[in-house]
């Protein structure tokens, strides 16, 4: 489900905006795909915030030239609105898929152990940056997250 819906949102843009240049002969759409990429970037390096930035001025150009469903900043705007929705959907199916049910409490300890071992070897990696990960160093973080 996780690689469908992927693999979805990386050719959404190029078959629906190309259609739409194609049906439509204006070259300007194709920006359509820049602004969806970007809505991709922004939700994937977690800088969500960054959005009130189009957010403000598509309501400034809104309050001040009138509100139109053609306008290009209102196209501009939901491409980039789609390539953040549909990756957080992407997302969320991926997180839904391999987290394991709530009702086994067992196997969700283990999960949340094993997140936390992955933080402490990236905490690591951050410190150390030059040293090789032995099998030793990750044993040692496994042991300290596993058995304190």
Known sequence: MFKILRLFYILFPLAVILLMVSMSGNGFYLFGIVCYYLGVILVAIKQKIIFMI????CGWFWYTYGFG???YVFFLFMSMFAGAALYQLAQNAKHLTTSVLPENKEAREYELKIEEMNAKLKQYKQIHPTTVITPEI????RNDVFFR
């Open 138 to 141: 990750i044993d040692s973080i």
């Open 69 to 71: 469903v053609h306008d």
């Open 54 to 57: 189009p957010l403000f001025f």
